[in-house]
């Protein structure tokens, strides 16, 4: 049987960590481990002998890691390589998905791309859990707006919430802007107006 | 008619000036481009984002594209160095305790003399010396080796990668002793107390090739129209920050929040070539500490793609002559000369040259009239012939 890979994954943020790591397991018996921070990374390397290391593309510390890669002499054997040069299809999806692998030269193809695969499609996948966690928490943000504006609405013009509603709504339709802009000034102005 | 978006990844220093000044000047639009300018946290990122198409042109670390034609990187598609961004614009910063050992031995801090600040880092240090440098291939990484080599240093240094805007943090940390890096980011390692400078890149090597735009090979070839258009406009915008009075309007555009988010006075000390070496307040002024096209820096010798491959391959235990032939066909001295006739650039009549030959500025025959090559002399003397025949 062959030996285990060795993985680390430079993850500050928990849940990515999580989805990523989760996605590995998936893909295979690693041995896996999270490191939250660059400090000590060249420590934990040479403790840890990864066969990959998995970093967003996007992380400052990511020269550092080139360094540990490729600074060897030529007489030692480098800490880690790049992704597998012959495989330029893998490397640029890794791209896209915003990860880069470096790998311990000499590792074989079929073993990396599972591991790549699974990183890429968890990339994606927490990528995707982001938006739409932001799309969420814009529109728990939009009914606060709009529950501040109706409210502003029924005290000033001494009407129903629903009657808010509908005004709030025509005013959206007539000026061609969402409801949640149009709450935004209203509410915005009004407390411009109550300053004293 | 509209413009055609060009997206380009820069990262946060003052040698980005002429991608920012290209499009917040017109320089752009006036050549029908929009440039979406992304700033980006690191070099292998650039490279990375540039290599898979994410952004259509790079500011990057002169070697950078040397090293990826050697081999020394990811697989990605070849890439071209078409023009220098940037020429100088480095300092050596050493920690307090090297300062104030330095101050001891009696050094001035000049902030001129290579020689005379190697001797006295020389007779200061009596441990290893560990070095911060942006990037393993980057001028800082050559400059602060020759630097080293030539006034006594061996085995006894170790350098390490540390992100431009982290070198003061590093230094704080006690991480390291000394480091090599980019305007601003020395200034601000003076301002924040942690730093004085012994020395600006320039002293080592007067014309130290800093930047470079850096694009597709199959870009460069396969859209010689737009490729043209960008390097003109980024040329332009080089002319005109090369203009004395225009660099402290430069330091205000590229400080704004969306650049390099910073106090415009920090920018201004590169730019303007006024440095503030310690954190007692000494002043120096540093004649061309920066400069963007003046007295052909913008052309990219194939000399110089040469130099930097020696010096890696040797590092890196490859075979130097291979890996000259490689870096020597990347930095495309024929588009310069296509792209940037009409603009009116001033074009010297070969593609390589002996580096380090010049002790002066030297008034030469150019494909047209006469040109000036600025002074380019190491500050050993040492001289670098490159493979001619290629």
Request: glycine fraction near 8%; include cysteine.
């Amino acid at each position: 049987m062959e030996k285990r890979l060795s993985i680390i994954v430079i993850e500050e943020d928990a849940l990515r960590a999580e989805t990523i790591v989760d996605g590995l397991r998936e893909a295979g018996d690693h041995d896996i481990r999270v490191l939250a921070e660059v400090a000590g990374l060249a420590r934990h390397i040479a403790e840890f002998h990864p066969d990959i290391v998995l970093i967003d593309l996007a992380n400052p510390s990511r020269d550092m890691l080139e360094d540990l890669a490729l600074a060897s002499s030529p007489t030692e054997r480098p800490v880690a390589m790049f992704v597998d040069r012959s495989d330029e299809g893998l490397t640029r999806a890794a791209i896209e998905a915003g990860i880069s692998a470096y790998v311990v030269d000499g590792l074989r193809q079929d073993r990396i791309k599972p591991v790549l695969d699974a990183a890429i499609a968890r990339f994606h996948m927490f990528q995707r859990m982001r938006a739409e966690l932001a799309a969420t928490r814009a529109a728990l943000e939009e009914r606060k707006l709009i529950d501040r504006a109706k409210a502003i609405l029924m005290k000033a013009r001494d009407i129903d919430e629903e009657a808010a509603y509908a005004l709030l709504r025509k005013t959206a339709m007539d000026q061609g802007k969402r409801m949640g802009d149009i709450a935004q000034q209203l509410v915005m102005a009004a407390g411009l107006l109550s300053c004293r | 008619m509209p413009l055609t978006p060009i997206r380009l990844g820069y990262l946060p220093l003052i040698d980005a000036a002429p991608l920012i000044v290209a499009q917040e000047l017109g320089f752009a639009s006036e050549e029908g481009l929009s440039l979406d300018l992304i700033r980006l946290n690191s070099w292998a990122q650039s490279r990375d984002m540039l290599g898979a198409g994410l952004i259509e042109a790079a500011h990057m670390l002169a070697p950078m594209p040397v090293a990826q034609a050697m081999g020394l990187g990811p697989a990605l598609p070849p890439s071209d160095l078409v023009m220098v961004l940037s020429q100088g614009g480095q300092a050596i910063a050493v920690s307090p305790e090297l300062a104030e050992a330095l101050r001891l031995g009696g050094h001035d801090f000049a902030f001129s003399d290579a020689m005379a600040a190697g001797r006295a880092l020389r007779a200061a240090v009596n441990k290893p010396l560990r070095i911060g440098v942006p990037f393993l291939f980057s001028t800082q990484h050559e400059l602060v080796r020759h630097w080293l080599h030539h006034s006594g240093f061996g085995d006894d240094i170790s350098v390490v990668t540390v992100p431009p805007p982290n070198m003061a943090e590093a230094m704080a940390a006690g991480e390291v002793d000394l480091f090599c890096v980019g305007e601003p980011w020395a200034s601000f390692a003076v301002e924040n107390g942690i730093a004085s400078l012994i020395l600006p890149g320039i002293a080592i090597w007067a014309a130290p090739p800093e930047k470079g735009l850096v694009l597709n090979h199959a870009f460069v070839e396969g859209q010689p129209d737009l490729t043209g258009r960008l390097m003109r406009a980024i040329w332009r915008a080089g002319r005109w920050l090369d203009m004395p009075e225009h660099r402290g309007s430069a330091a205000e555009i590229l400080s704004r929040p969306e650049y390099l988010k910073l106090p415009s006075e920090l920018a201004e000390r590169g730019l303007t070539g006024r440095m503030m070496v310690s954190p007692m307040g000494e002043m120096r002024d540093v004649p061309g500490f920066i400069a963007f096209n003046a007295g052909s820096a913008s052309y990219p010798w194939r000399s110089l793609a040469a130099f930097f491959a020696d010096r890696i391959a040797r590092r890196h235990g490859r075979d130097p002559a291979e890996a000259m032939r490689r870096a020597m066909a990347v930095y495309r001295t024929d588009l310069y000369r296509q792209h940037l006739r009409e603009a009116g650039a001033e074009l010297p009549g070969a593609s390589a040259r002996l580096e380090g030959a010049l002790a002066t500025d030297l008034h030469v025959p150019a494909e047209r009239g006469q040109m000036i090559l600025r002074r380019d002399a190491f500050f050993d003397g040492t001289t670098f012939e490159p493979p001619f025949a290629i």
